[in-house]
């Protein structure tokens, strides 16, 4: 049974090339959670969030790379599905064969991985995109631009005084608000949208608003339920990966007796240190 | 005798094939292709003729015992092939080669096939580096060779210890192609059960689908037999469990004359005899004696504590190993022909020096492994090393291997002409089951390059001689009634074994031929013991033929059929070679007569009285006759065999 | 050493199989594996219990190819390196339960018992497996100097007997090791050189087309070959495809 007509090797192939994109992709999303570290309220994590999701090159990478996990998923599935298919009657002993690590077990941790990625989306990428509520981050100096713009009209009268006394209650709620929540008199942060309303009234579009990923990483990872999960799944990647990276060498034929080894010690480090990278940070914000 | 012309063109020596080649009749392209030829088996021999004859254009039908050409037992031929090509200038010629084969076969070969086989050798090398055989090489790239038994020149290729199976996957990827291209037809897992002859002309076969029990008829203006040798007549030989002498006996019994059927290979090194449940003997292969020395200790009650297990071969020091070959044979030491090499192992076992169950000598490397380091000696020989420890559970690169003599191969065959047509005109014979080229004895490495040159370059050009006339001659339909008559006697023989119904399994009465063969003719054969032989043959024959127990699906995969169907051929060639064996009284190459040897042990010919082909007709109901064909030596001086 | 054996029977292709418990006494380490069934069998037929179990074996030193079993769970048995043949009796222990079954892949329907139809081996290499020499008109043999470690690697890769047991190990019961075998072989070779482009592309589309399932690189295959070819070869054929397909111009 062949659910798709091209040569197996070719099919192989397109599935190695997407993983290999996710492999290029892993150190730095891993890069950027390691931010979360950095003992600076946030600075540099918030910034590089910014920047990931402001930038118009980055937003189109974003799309190659979820259409990358699709297919990837898609086409290992219907790979998994015709494979399955090349032995309709199965041994009655479970195969005993040595096998290389993790090889096995591909689908399933491929699917398992799968579920912790709608998590992740759930969490942040829907977030962000505005499916599901998450919390926000406002720059206090987007605050004191915008009032100093609309006081600059009113001095210009351009506003009227009823106009000005509304601003000047506006501006003591958001500042209220703002010893409460910008501590460090950068930002207002961790706001839900319920806080957004209440503190920047009906005109908090004007503030530029963000979703909050620092806060809520950070409060994710205070949750010890969510750490277990996020730890296993990185466990899980971590074995993924271990036969990942391998098999994408030796589909693309640069395995050889000469430099097999080492690409096989590169892949076993690769499948550690990112993993570890990102495991680091739960551990980090949970007992630190 | 007229019946027996054996066809050998006129001209000195070395112009004989190139006269018969310039004249021969060929068959126009478009002729080609209206001629079926069938090709049994697909061994070295048979899958070359048949990828060259349906290169050639030939309508090719090939046939197997096995689920695929590439399971013959060709493919179990560990050490290497000869050729003359003389690459490292030691001295080697098409004239050397020649002589060496002669004078291997004890002078019992016919003198033009064996110079046309030297001289085609070199093409088989050139053919198979062409198909992409990975033969081994040196630094330099250039192909490496070493030396076998019975030759002082280094002209052995090699493809580490699996060349025969380089070589046969080469035919067969030939082979492979032709099949793709539509020329050759390939019928795999059938087993020829009768000839069909026409006319006095073989003009087709009977098969039998071991999957589905069918007979088939099969059509052929001509037929090619390269179904192997007889040597599991003796049940524990080096041969496949399934090799047969069968369809060679088939036809035989339609009037091909059976040649030599005495000459038996003995080969020195094999993995000596355990238990009675054995159901076969592996191999050493010979090349091992390159680097390897045989030896037994000179002590008997040093043989004796080792046969007990109280010592070990390393405990016996130097000065008290006799390393036998070396001390008999100086000159050839321990590379001297395989005869000779398995009677000295027999010599010693006899008089009480042999190791391990008493029937086996050690084959020792510890000096090789000292000249040349472990490296080097795992390189060369490295997986049989490896085949060696899985079957006997010892290191030999720490213990020395034991080896024991074992039937390994068969000079007799059916006998051939020049063109290798057997009596029966347009019935060819080629490789391991024709008697041609080996005499008395084959010299190792020799076999490989005789499957390919018959299969290669000898039957494409004598079968499209045969085949030139037959281009008159329309296809026969198998209707015809000697295609009745020949299933109809199949399916007769498969119904008398299957009715029998006895209490004996196929499997013990052919362990009881082997016993039979193997004491009284085997290495050392008397007059007593071949006429002791002959009754007890007849013994297990009659047994068979009343007693016999088979598991009587006829209709789907019965192997214990196949194997009845096998001995009851074999139980016929047994009492043939014994009977061939008591005719020659002299010794000469793997007929060891023991009334005629030197004072020395050494085998002693009878020229004067012996120099000829013993052709077996077969005689329905009666004791088969004897034709000679007289060997001429006309270019090579008849000399005794010398290897000291 | 006394045996359970649950063995695996099937009367012919399209019978439906089950397995049959035998129990065997007293079998002698030093026997080897089919050695052990050929006991087996005599008793089936000396006491009339059943037909004898049908399994492929020739040669039985370990070079035809022809044996094949899985046994508990693995392709000729515990032992490495070798074949169903080459396996003896003093790697299992007294008492033992042995279940052989015979290989399982869609390309390989059972014959009956033990016996599989490997003729999918075949018509890969009817595909393409060869170089088209045909016989006569070829150069000397010393006329192309080959570099000593490429001649010795196509050696190795060479070695395959064709037995399936890549196949049958494979969880995806695919055949790349043994195709790759062959298409690294001449792809190392000068002489296979000029065909290697479309050799490797048809080679691969007539194992896809005969059912085989894809390569995972689990590696099974190597663990399992008894000639022990290794997974490079199908590293090399997946190079040798990808030139094909992007480099050569042949179509």
New interface residues.
């Given amino acids: ?2 659910l798709i007509k091209l ?7 397109a599935v190695g090339a997407l993983a290999a994109f996710l492999l290029i992709f892993l150190p730095f999303h891993m890069g950027m959670n390691l931010c979360i570290l950095r003992d600076d309220g946030g600075e540099w994590y918030r910034n590089v969030c910014h920047f990931m999701g402001t930038n118009y090159i980055v937003k189109c990478f974003e799309i190659v790379l979820l259409l990358c996990v699709v297919f990837h998923i898609v086409l290992t599935f219907i ?1 998994w599905l ?19 690590q993790g ?2 077990w ?1 689908i399933i941790t491929g699917g398992l991985i799968f579920v912790f990625l709608i998590l992740h989306f759930i969490n942040f990428y829907f977030a962000k995109t505005g499916l599901v509520e998450g919390k926000y981050v406002v720059k206090v100096e987007k605050v004191q631009k915008a009032f100093s713009a609309k006081a600059m009209a009113i001095q210009q009268g351009q506003m009227k005084e009823a106009d000005m006394q509304k601003l000047q209650k506006e501006y003591m709620s958001i500042m209220a608000a703002g010893e409460k929540l910008a501590s460090d008199g950068k930002y207002y942060v961790n706001l839900s949208k319920q806080d957004l309303q209440t503190y920047f009234g009906e005109n908090v579009e004007e503030y530029d608003y963000e979703p909050d990923f620092y806060n809520m990483a950070r409060d994710l990872f205070h949750n010890p339920l969510y750490v277990i999960i996020y730890l296993l799944s990185f466990v899980i990647l971590a074995i993924h990966l271990l ?1 990942g990276v ?2 994408v ?9 000469k430099y ?1 080894k080492a690409i096989s010690y590169l892949a076993i480090i690769y499948a550690i240190v990112i993993p570890l990278g990102f495991a680091i940070v739960p551990i980090q914000v949970i007992l630190f | 005798m007229a019946t027996l012309n054996s066809k050998i063109p006129q001209g000195s020596l070395s112009e004989k094939w190139t006269n018969y080649k310039a004249s021969q009749k060929l068959v126009n392209p478009a002729n080609k292709r209206k001629l079926d030829v069938i090709v049994v088996g697909t061994g070295l021999a048979g899958a070359s003729a048949a990828a060259s004859l349906g290169a050639l254009g030939f309508n090719v039908k090939v046939f197997c015992i096995q689920d695929s050409p590439r399971r013959a037992h060709s493919i179990a031929a560990q050490g290497g092939i000869n050729a003359a090509k003389n690459y490292p200038n030691d001295g080697d010629s098409i004239g050397r080669l020649f002589y060496d084969t002669i004078k291997g076969g004890d002078y019992r070969a016919r003198e033009a096939n064996v110079y046309r086989l030297a001289e085609v050798s070199n093409n088989i090398i050139d053919q198979c580096v062409a198909q992409g055989v990975p033969f081994a090489r040196d630094y330099s790239g250039y192909l490496a060779n070493r030396s076998f038994g019975g030759a002082q020149v280094s002209r052995t290729f090699y493809a580490k210890g699996q060349t025969g199976q380089q070589l046969l996957l080469g035919a067969y990827s030939a082979l492979s192609k032709q099949i793709k291209e539509g020329t050759v037809k390939l019928y795999t897992r059938r087993e020829m059960e009768n000839l069909v002859v026409i006319d006095g002309k073989a003009r087709g076969i009977i098969t039998r689908d071991l999957v589905t029990g069918k007979l088939e008829r099969w059509f052929g203006h001509c037929v090619v037999l390269a179904t192997g040798g007889y040597g599991n007549v003796y049940y524990l030989s080096t041969n496949a469990m399934g090799s047969n002498g069968s369809a060679a006996v088939q036809c035989y019994k339609k009037g091909a004359y059976f040649a030599n059927p005495c000459y038996v290979q003995i080969h020195p090194t094999c993995i000596p005899v355990h238990g009675d449940y054995q159901s076969k003997l592996t191999l050493m292969s010979e090349s091992l004696r390159n680097d390897g020395r045989i030896w037994v200790p000179k002590k008997l009650e040093d043989a004796q504590a080792i046969r007990e297990g109280k010592k070990t071969a390393n405990d016996i020091p130097e000065e008290d190993r006799d390393y036998y070959l070396e001390r008999r044979y100086p000159a050839f030491g321990n590379l001297v022909p395989r005869d000779i090499a398995s009677r000295a192992a027999k010599e010693r076992c006899d008089a009480g020096y042999g190791v391990g169950t008493g029937k086996a000598v050690f084959l020792d490397f510890s000096s090789a492994i000292n000249r040349l380091g472990k490296d080097k000696v795992a390189e060369r020989y490295g997986n049989l090393f490896q085949m060696y420890q899985k079957i006997e559970d010892e290191n030999p690169y720490e213990t020395p291997m034991k080896i024991y003599p074992a039937v390994h191969y068969t000079m007799g065959g059916l006998w051939v002409d020049y063109e290798l047509q057997t009596t029966i005109p347009g019935l060819f014979a080629a490789g391991e089951c024709n008697f041609s080229d080996h005499g008395a004895n084959r010299l190792g490495a020799s076999a490989l390059m005789q499957g390919l040159a018959d299969g290669y370059f000898v039957l494409p050009y004598t079968v499209q001689n045969y085949l030139a006339a037959e281009i008159y001659n329309q296809p026969i339909p198998t209707t015809h009634q000697e295609f009745d008559k020949a299933e109809d006697e199949v399916k007769e023989r498969i119904a008398k074994i299957l009715s029998i119904k006895g209490k004996t399994t196929v499997d013990t009465l052919q362990k009881e031929l082997g016993h039979v063969m193997w004491e009284y003719v085997g290495m050392g054969r008397t007059k007593e013991g071949l006429q002791k032989a002959l009754p007890l043959i007849e013994n297990v024959k009659q047994r068979f033929w009343s007693d016999v127990r088979v598991d009587e699906s006829e209709d789907c995969l019965n192997p214990e059929l196949e194997k009845a169907l096998r001995l009851a051929d074999h139980l016929e060639l047994a009492s043939l070679i014994a009977r061939d064996a008591l005719q020659r009284e002299e010794s000469c190459g793997g007929h060891f007569r023991e009334e005629h040897q030197t004072e020395e042990g050494e085998a002693k010919r009878d020229d004067e009285n012996f120099m000829f082909v013993g052709a077996w007709e077969y005689k329905e109901g009666a004791e088969p006759q004897m034709h000679k064909e007289d060997l001429n030596y006309e270019f090579i001086k008849v000399q005794t065999r010398n290897y000291k | 050493m006394d045996l359970t054996l649950k063995i695996w029977r099937q009367e012919n292709a399209k019978a439906k199989g089950h397995f049959e418990t035998y129990k065997l006494t007293d079998i002698s380490p030093e026997c080897s594996f089919l050695e052990m069934l050929d006991i087996l069998n005599e008793q089936l037929i000396n006491d009339n219990i059943a037909h004898p179990v049908c399994f492929d074996n020739d040669c039985r030193e370990g070079i035809c190819g022809m044996c094949g079993l899985y046994i508990n769970g693995r392709p000729h048995g515990p032992d490495e390196g070798v074949t169903t043949c080459q396996l003896h009796m003093r790697r299992f222990h007294d008492g033992d339960t042995i279940t052989i079954e015979p290989w399982r892949a869609k390309p390989f329907p059972v014959i009956k018992d033990l016996v599989v139809d490997r003729s999918a081996f075949d018509k890969i290499i009817q595909a393409g497996g060869y170089t088209s020499a045909t016989t006569g008109g070829v150069p000397d043999a010393n006329a192309i100097p080959i570099p000593k470690h490429k001649a010795d690697e196509a050696m190795d890769s060479a070695s395959c007997i064709g037995c399936g047991a890549c196949v049958a190990a494979c969880k995806n019961a695919s055949a790349m090791l043994f195709v790759s075998g062959k298409v690294s072989q001449l792809a190392l070779l000068p002489q296979g050189k000029t065909e290697a482009a479309i050799r490797v592309k048809r080679m691969v589309k007539k194992m896809d087309e005969l059912g085989f399932g894809s390569c995972t690189n689990t590696f099974a295959c190597e663990a399992e070959c008894p000639k022990q070819l290794k997974r490079t070869n199908i590293a090399r054929m997946n190079r040798e495809f990808i030139c094909a397909k992007v480099c050569s111009e042949e179509k």
């Fill in positions: 049974m062949k040569a197996s090797i070719t099919k192989k192939l790979l015709e494979n399955r298919a090349a032995r309709p009657v199965r041994y009655a002993v479970s195969q005993k064969s040595k096998t290389h090889s096995k591909m036969h391998v098999s060498f030796q589909t693309y034929g640069l395995m050889n007796e097999s």
